[in-house]
T-cell receptor
Framework: AQSVTQLDSQVPVFEEAPVELRCNYS??????LFWYVQYPNQGLQLLLK??????LVKGINGFEAEFNKSQTSFHLRKPSVHISDTAEYFC??????????????FGRGTQLTVWP | DAGVIQSPRHEVTEMGQEVTLRCKPI?????LFWYRQTMMRGLELLIY????????DSGMPEDRFSAKMPNASFSTLKIQPSEPRDSAVYFC????????????FGSGTQLSVL
């Protein structure tokens, strides 16, 4: 089974500052990587995903993430945050092959709070 | 496209009562997932279906929980009898292929068992 560790449960930041949300995973097989965002009282929405190719992935709302295979990390970044980015962010992985087709393993989430 | 539709949005019940949560996936999606979200355990996959067939139910907590998918457009998650520790937000999600395609989540059912 996979495991996903989001190192920070809460990240407070001021508006227009840069932010990085950290994610590390452990897996014995190759994986696909995802970041989801959850706004209050809503379900999760996909921000971006890494399947293959370029290790720098760009997503919606100005977010990007970089896959680092040697460090088994997939950190999420944004150069300048807005108050509307306040939400909970989840890192997730799924196996590229094997019997666990379709199964996503989620981290515990990071609450990003943007202050004016 | 209306997205994944869950009902009810909120459910308050008393311990020992039966609770049924409902989900309508997006048309054409072959995979349906039930997740539970709590402060203590985060997001947990309970069960998922492929083409209406349960594939992995290893996340179902115990026999009190059961899930069905009688057709491609409807699924239920039932808890009988319910207990206070079942209080959580239950999410349904669907996807087209289940591996690389993104999951579309419903808005969740907030369950409170008193």
């Amino acid at each position: 089974a996979q495991s996903v560790t989001q190192l920070d449960s809460q990240v407070p930041v001021f508006e227009e500052a840069p932010v990085e949300l950290r994610c590390n995973y452990s897996s014995s097989v190759s994986v696909y990587l995802f970041w989801y965002v959850q706004y209050p009282n809503q379900g999760l929405q996909l921000l971006l995903k890494y399947l293959s190719g370029s290790t720098l992935v760009k997503g919606i709302n100005g977010f990007e993430a970089e896959f680092n295979k040697s460090q088994t990390s997939f950190h999420l970044r944004k150069p300048s945050v807005h108050i509307s980015d306040t939400a909970e962010y989840f890192c997730a992985v799924s196996d590229q092959a094997g019997s666990t087709l379709g199964r996503l393993y989620f981290g515990r989430g990071t609450q990003l709070t943007v202050w004016p | 496209d209306a997205g994944v539709i869950q009902s009810p949005r909120h459910e308050v019940t008393e311990m020992g009562q039966e609770v049924t949560l409902r989900c309508k996936p997006i048309s054409g999606h072959d995979y349906l997932f039930w997740y539970r979200q709590t402060m203590m355990r985060g997001l947990e996959l309970l069960i998922y279906f492929n083409n209406n067939v349960p594939i992995d139910d290893s996340g179902m907590p115990e026999d009190r929980f059961s899930a069905k998918m009688p057709n491609a457009s409807f699924s239920t998650l039932k808890i009988q009898p319910s207990e206070p520790r079942d209080s959580a937000v239950y999410f349904c999600a669907s996807s087209r292929t289940g591996r690389t395609e993104k999951l579309f989540f419903g808005s969740g059912t907030q369950l409170s068992v008193l």
